[in-house]
């Protein structure tokens, strides 16, 4: 257990890949929380920035290659628990931002498969839970896919180029929806399952479980969660400044993609129980209600 100083205020984003945590990142980051001294760029469906703190992204990443795990950390099995040496380095990079920032957050959808560990590690932080429904995220996922092979493809000549803008290019995304759509949603169902039983040991006011499209209509209402419940000092910064709709694909049609039913119902078992924890059914919405610390 680290031994943070009273004025130390630490916000873990989490959230399952392609979920909107990037989004709700950067709000947060304009809003004037230090979300990393140095943080990842734009990418293929991150056009805006992935404003993930490299320091924990790395070792994230080092963790699962120590496991045999991909880096991108798209697996759905229990991660083996860390060792005391993972702990003290992940113990030392924490120790090291709570000497340098009064209040601090990082985000990387990675974080999901660690939360025992940052459990035991911080348990007086924070959590910014981006909830988003599973068919826009294995849509989102799918896209992203096809769209790294539209690029890639558009960069050959001759022949390649011509198969695939006559041919390739119009079965690619059947077949990635196929291929994908049930192991994105296995691993929809693991991080999000894993954020559930995470947050059932922790106390209401240290979590807030929010869609990140609710900050459209409701953002004072989650900054005012922020600072009034949780203690942090913010400016609001106005939302729809960052939050570009053109951006986002329309989700498709799963249920045809997956032949094990059971998982399809699990997920919408695991979304229920998330979506009753968020800020907007809570009873707490009502920010005459809204304990201040």
């Not at 996922?141 to 769209?147: A, E, G, Q, S």
């Not at 106390?203 to 409701?218: K, R």
């Not at 998982?263 to 707490?284: G, Y």
């Amino acid at each position: 257990m680290i031994q943070m100083s009273k004025h130390n205020k630490i916000l873990i984003v989490t959230g399952m890949h392609r979920s909107g945590t990037s989004l709700i990142t950067e709000w947060l980051y304009k809003c004037g929380l230090h979300m990393g001294d140095e943080l990842l760029g734009a990418g293929t469906g991150n056009d805006g920035g992935h404003f993930e703190d490299l320091d924990f992204l790395n070792s994230h990443k080092a963790l699962l290659k120590g496991r045999r795990l991909s880096d991108n950390g798209f697996t759905a099995d229990v991660v083996k628990q860390l060792s005391c040496e993972e702990k003290d380095k992940l113990r030392d990079i924490i120790a090291y931002k709570n000497d340098f920032h009064r209040q601090w957050g990082w985000k990387d959808p990675r974080t999901c498969l660690f939360l025992d560990a940052y459990q035991e590690l911080i348990p007086d932080a924070n959590y910014f839970i981006v909830l988003r429904d599973y068919p826009s995220v294995i849509s989102s996922l799918i896209y992203r896919m096809f769209k790294q092979s539209e690029t890639k493809y558009s960069n050959k000549k001759g022949i390649a180029a011509f198969i695939w803008k006559h041919f390739t290019r119009k079965k690619r995304m059947e077949v990635l929806r196929k291929k994908y759509s049930p192991r994105f949603l296995k691993l929809w169902i693991a991080y999000n399952q894993a954020i559930l039983q995470h947050i059932k040991k922790l106390p209401s006011h240290q979590y807030i479980v929010a869609d990140y499209t609710s900050l459209l209509e409701h953002e004072k209402l989650v900054f005012d969660q922020l600072v009034k419940r949780m203690g942090f000092s913010l400016k609001l910064f106005d939302f729809s400044k960052i939050y570009q709709p053109s951006r986002l694909n329309k989700a498709f049609e799963l249920d045809r993609y997956i032949k094990d039913k059971s998982l399809i119902n699990k997920a919408i078992a695991i979304e229920d129980a998330l979506r009753q924890k968020a800020i907007l059914n809570s009873p707490a919405d009502s920010l005459a209600v809204i304990p201040h610390f």
